[in-house]
């Protein structure tokens, strides 16, 4: 439209320089001439509305508006003169608009680090909604309005005003980590075809495996014995667990039970069919066959144990674990080496295990 405005006046004033050296008899003729050609073309349209271009209505409206009312009233137009009145107050208009636009719309946009704070809270928190996430960061000196918070929430597809009463089982594990326990039964077969049973428990914190024992009936007094083997060997540690996950296997006997109660600590039951919520045991299940149960052969109850044993001592003395950011159950990383040249002088020793089965590496002497 501005390209097409100015065209219009560049012509036009060139018209205007033509008109300059003519008399006053010429240019009388000229407009008279100009009506009545004005004249035909109202005949012919009879009565029909003539469509002008924004661009035109532009030009118009600033080239008769400064004539008074009544010489409007004299000229023949195409339109009516209060029309050519409104086409400049909405000029007029328009251009107070376009100059009282903000140049930003709506509210300045939050901060990042307000975002990844509210962020960290509600995720933190898991109980806690927008006013509350809101309550504190007024408390940290932030000034946000609650609806900036719910956007936040809402944008992250967090939920800001959720029903958060009841904890939920992934809750209870995260917050419970350093005093959980969980507790399994692992099947096997030796040559003989016998049919083997090993009771195990696994710190969660830790990631600390107990091989309590293996049999091939595990008896209400076996069972029971390993409970109790398994409280003195806590005392000993300094173990301060409170609950134990374990599932609804019919092996348990209810004194089971009723010996880690006596110690204080709550034993918790799994859903039926509902392995994930004995996730962390059920991994170790998973890593004990693939690295040891399914590369060795197992002749009697004794040679199981013994295998049992050692791959005891390799996962807590020794292998890394993801979920504790490879740290070992027993032993701490040592520090990293930060001489090159020790670097580039290694001289790592293997050590075999259950004749092979797996290895430790470590640093020579």
Same mark, same amino acid.
């Given at each position: ?227 109790? +083997? ?47 919520? +004995? ?32 791959? %005891? ?33 290694? +001289? ?13 590496? %470590?640093?020579?002497?």
């Amino acid at each position: 439209m501005l390209l097409r405005l100015a065209y219009l006046g560049i012509t036009n004033a060139f018209a205007l320089l033509r008109l300059l050296p003519r008399d006053g008899r010429d240019q009388d003729i000229e407009i008279l001439s100009l009506r009545h050609q004005l004249a035909v073309l109202q005949r012919q349209l009879a009565g029909q509305p003539v469509r002008f271009e924004p661009v035109d209505r532009a030009w118009l409206a600033a080239l008769l508006h400064p004539l008074p009312r009544p010489t409007l009233r004299r000229l023949r137009l195409l339109v009516q003169p209060d029309t050519i009145l409104k086409w400049h107050r909405d000029l007029l208009a328009r251009r107070h608009a376009a100059v009282s636009r903000p140049r930003r719309r709506g509210r300045p946009r939050t901060l990042r680090s307000i975002r990844a704070l509210v962020l960290r809270l509600a995720r933190e928190n898991g109980n806690w909604g927008y006013r509350r996430v809101h309550g504190e960061l007024l408390t940290l000196g932030i000034r946000v309005a609650p609806s900036t918070v719910w956007e936040i929430l809402r944008e992250a597809g967090i939920d800001p005003a959720p029903d958060r009463a009841a904890t939920t089982w992934t809750d209870f594990l995260r917050s419970q980590a350093d005093a959980l326990l969980a507790a399994d039964f692992i099947e096997t077969v030796t040559l003989t075809g016998a049919r083997m049973y090993i009771l195990t428990v696994i710190e969660h914190a830790s990631r600390r495996i107990r091989v309590l024992g293996a049999t091939a009936h595990p008896t209400a007094a076996w069972v029971s014995q390993a409970a109790r +083997n398994l409280v003195m060997d806590l005392e000993d540690a300094g173990c301060k667990a409170t609950y134990l996950i374990r599932d609804r296997d019919g092996k348990y006997p209810g004194i089971f039970d009723a010996i880690l109660a006596h110690a204080g600590i709550t034993v918790v039951l799994s859903g039926i069919q509902t392995p994930r919520m +004995n996730a962390i045991m059920e991994r170790w299940v998973r890593t004990c066959r693939r690295e040891l149960l399914d590369r060795i052969l197992i002749w009697n109850q004794r040679q199981l144990l013994h295998a049992l044993r050692e791959y %005891e001592r390799f996962y807590n003395l020794h292998r890394p674990h993801q979920g504790i950011a490879n740290v070992r159950p027993l032993k701490p990383l040592p520090e990293p080496i930060t001489d090159p040249d020790q670097v580039a002088r290694l +001289n790592i020793q293997r050590r075999d295990r259950l004749g092979g089965v797996f290895h430790e590496y %470590e640093q020579a002497a």
